[in-house]
């Protein structure tokens, strides 16, 4: 698990600590049986809620949002990508704020610099990005696939070098039914 290069020693502990306390039902839960579980697990993936929370004054006019894969897949991260219009350039120091929660438990909190995000996950985009239509992913989370059974939320708040609003999204993904 790439927790610790990407978030830090103090939240790998915490999550690796919430997937060991519960990892054998979490190995049931990604394990195919058959193809009854297989299309459950579609299913419901597919009805994980993805939120634009960002308004009039983001500098990037957003048409969808995507939280891929569906299902989740071994020794693929979920990725967060934001598709629309950009208004300004994203340029360097660009920063990404995140949360991760499992039900009321804050699991990660964590500002990310877009362009060592994008660059350290082979992104179709490098910053500076130019403004235009675009794809940005905004947050990958490595190991996605090792999560637990339970109700996760991410929250992802994007803002340019000049803190200026560039995205927000949230996810509601939940794995108890998987």
Not at 4 to 10: D, E, K, N, Q, V
Not at 26 to 33: E, G, L, R, S
Not at 67 to 72: D, G, I
Not at 141 to 161: E, H, M, P, T, W
């Amino acid at each position: 698990m790439q927790v610790s290069r990407r978030f830090g020693a103090g939240a790998a502990g915490v999550l690796s600590l919430l997937l060991a306390a519960s990892f054998s039902g979490a190995a049931q839960a990604t394990t195919p049986t058959g193809a009854a579980h297989a299309s459950r697990a579609a299913a419901v993936a597919e009805s994980w809620p993805v939120e634009d929370c960002s308004d009039d004054t983001y500098i990037l006019r957003t048409d969808s949002i995507t939280a891929e894969p569906k299902p989740l897949e071994k020794g693929k991260p979920l990725v967060i990508t934001a598709h629309g219009t950009l208004l300004e350039e994203v340029r360097e120091g660009a920063q990404v704020q995140v949360t991760v929660k499992l039900g009321l438990i804050t699991l990660l909190r964590k500002t990310l610099d877009l362009a060592e995000e994008l660059k350290s996950h082979n992104a179709p985009v490098r910053v500076p990005i130019e403004p235009g239509k675009v794809s940005l992913p905004l947050f990958y989370l490595d190991s996605a696939s090792d999560l637990l059974k339970g109700d996760f939320r991410i929250s992802v708040q994007a803002y340019n070098d000049d803190d200026a609003d560039l995205a927000c999204a949230k996810v509601h993904m939940d794995l108890r039914r998987t």
